[in-house]
């Protein structure tokens, strides 16, 4: 079981950059889990209505290529055979209560966040899959699952930090120094990498 010790401070984060820290690490979970489980509950809602109505049109159908109701009733919709935004609800319920307990003053054990990395790189990973089946299988948006896309990127980024700097993922002192001047950045540039595929991939509708 993780350790559940509480403390005002932990002396261990002192010498971390803020992001590695328990605090502000949490609020980053506790915020981008929020966002991203209320824009998959907005799908979950979304899709039971397709369910009723299957003509009706989604709250974030706006035109031919950027459209949620499009990509719903589209197979990879399903990946496991029910709605992927299941998947979020249930996902970003977790990231919510480990900012929580972090906030709260928990410490855990390494073998709690080597199982909390792998689950954040699965959905990282997965979150790619969606970018890219969106952009360049089914060439349609969905808005939500932007939000979603959007909200990973900096949970995985510092989960990463967090992991390095405390040593549950081995690594040369010059790479954590590198991940620690450079986190924000990195967030920034996939950021600007994920905008740049979207505009590039749609420039025919954005510019006519």
Same mark, same amino acid.
């Given at each position: ?81 029910f709605p992927n935004p299941f998947i ?24 709690? !966040? ?16 969606? !970018? ?77």
């Amino acid at each position: 079981m993780p350790s559940t010790n509480v403390s005002t401070s932990d002396p261990a984060d002192l010498d971390k950059p803020a992001m590695a820290r328990a605090k502000p690490f949490g609020w980053l979970l506790v915020i981008t889990g929020v966002i991203a489980w209320i824009a998959s509950f907005t799908l979950v809602m979304e899709r039971l209505h397709l369910y009723v109505d299957p003509n009706a049109s989604a709250s974030c159908d706006f035109n031919s290529w950027i459209s949620c109701s499009d990509v719903m009733k589209t197979p990879e919709a399903a990946l496991l055979g029910f709605p992927n935004p299941f998947i979020g609800i249930c996902a970003f319920a977790v990231v919510i209560t480990i900012g929580v307990v972090l906030l709260a003053g928990a410490r855990m054990n390494r073998w709690f !966040w080597i199982c909390v990395q792998i689950g954040i790189t699965a959905g990282m990973a997965l979150v790619c899959w969606f !970018w890219f089946t969106a952009l360049y299988t089914l060439a349609v948006l969905c808005p939500y699952c932007m939000i979603v896309w959007s909200m990973m990127i900096p949970i995985f980024v510092f989960t990463t930090l967090r992991n390095v700097n405390h040593g549950v993922i081995p690594a040369p002192a010059a790479l954590t120094k590198v991940l620690n001047e450079w986190a924000w950045v990195i967030v920034g540039l996939l950021y600007i990498a994920v905008l740049a595929s979207i505009f590039f991939r749609f420039m025919y509708a954005i510019i006519g």
